[in-house]
């Protein structure tokens, strides 16, 4: 009887749940010091992979989130005053060509409202304004948009 050690899958379930063995199998094991050693081994081994990971785990991640949020919360202070000033920025790139635009077009209003005197042109010239109206805002969108991503960027490295 003892020259038939039990298998090592049948070591190994013991090792994980003792209870969960057949009679003849887990009386060999309690009986046989060889058998019981390598059970032992193998419970060893289970605790091992069952512990180490999760305590290490727990502690890379609270000290990840605790970094996580001490960043944030010092990055939160910063960011609304990083949009403001690139709102500001973004108003005075915009708003000193547009004026010098409406100043021009304005004169180039006024040259062809007595040149010509006709509906067509000033169609034309309320089609121009539009136009450089909505790429003006379009271009406004955009520029603000490229800075909040890369503001959004630096907050996350
Ligand atoms: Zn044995």
Redesign the pocket.
Known sequence: M?H???ADAVLQQYAFDPGGLNEVDSS??R??????N?AETYRSIFHGIRTQPAASFDFDLSKAVMSKLSGESEKSGWSPWATFLAFVAGILVLATPSYIYRKSLYLFIKVHATDMAGAISTTVIYLVLTGVLAISLFQGYDLLRKYQRKIKRLNYY
């Open positions: 003892m038939n050690h039990v060999h094991i009986e046989c010091s060889l058998c019981l390598r």
